[in-house]
């Protein structure tokens, strides 16, 4: 287990964005506003942010057509293909997404309702909702009905909201979401950009869903959390340009050896380990 935000690497590219930042190409504000806060600059009347990471040009709103793709960034110009991050798969795949207690008199019945949710059909369904389905052909493509809501919200936004979307088991695999229930609006910039830029590029090793005993899953939430946020804290100020990276460094990781990272690393390591049966 390598912890990214100690490494000489992880530094040079601290201080590469920085110059994209500082250079006005993301969003300065970006840093102290929320959610919400951050998708309304996006969709504003007068675009105002230079770059964002998003879902889709749909996140953009009516200014989607101001904004380009562009393909992961490399270390440097002689550098090989850049890898892309996969999500850990704790955010997909989950060991304890599910249970049966003793209260349930019929579990055997219970356990197969749970079943169906990885029925292609009721994937569709929970990912979509059934409103807005108009057909599923014999290849399992699916046609919505993409009109946007009374208020003007996309159809993106309207079945994230109606559906259970990621909250329900499902089995959402590639060849799904590509071939079958990508929707005309985003079929010709969200599509065209992932086989542009993203289909063919190496990905890196995908977490498994971990499991910590009680003593591991306190310290990661405590001393865990505690090093995210300082580090967090400290990117945002280089990143401003607030404060130099290079003179910072030093105390910087004294500090993470005093929020006792590498026991945290090592405890990430032995969680690991288990998992994987090492």
């Not at 002689?78 to 019929?106: W, Y």
């Amino acid at each position: 287990m390598i912890y990214e935000p100690i490494t000489e690497e992880w530094k040079t590219a601290v201080k590469e964005l920085g110059k994209f930042v500082q250079d006005g190409l993301w969003d300065q504000e970006g840093f102290v506003q929320d959610g919400d806060q951050y998708s309304a600059k996006l969709t504003s009347a007068t675009p105002i942010v230079g770059s964002a990471y998003t879902w889709a040009s749909g996140s953009f709103g009516d200014n989607g057509d101001q904004y380009v793709a562009i393909a992961p960034l490399k270390a440097n110009a002689s550098a090989d293909a850049p890898m892309v991050h996969k999500r850990q798969n704790h955010v997909s795949f989950l060991g304890t997404g599910f249970s049966i207690t003793n209260k349930c008199e019929h579990p055997e019945i219970l356990a197969q309702w749970v079943d169906l949710f990885y029925n292609e059909t009721m994937t569709i369904m929970s990912y979509r909702g059934p409103d807005r389905v108009k057909n599923i052909d014999e290849n399992g493509v699916v046609t919505y009905d993409e009109t946007p809501g009374a208020d003007g919200a996309s159809f993106d936004t309207i079945t994230q909201h109606e559906a259970p979307f990621d909250g329900t088991p499902k089995c959402m695999t590639n060849d799904m979401f590509v071939n079958k229930i990508i929707t005309e609006t985003m079929k010709n910039d969200k599509v065209d950009v992932i086989n542009e830029f993203y289909i063919n590029a190496p990905a890196s090793v995908t977490l498994p869903s971990m499991q910590f005993t009680d003593e591991e899953s306190q310290f990661v939430n405590d001393y865990g959390v505690s090093a995210q946020n300082y580090v967090e804290s400290c990117l945002a100020e280089w990143l401003l340009g607030k404060s130099d990276i290079d003179a910072d460094w030093d105390s910087y990781l004294a500090q993470l050896e005093t929020l006792k990272v590498q026991e945290y690393i090592d405890t990430m390591q032995t969680a690991y380990d288990r998992t994987i049966g090492k």
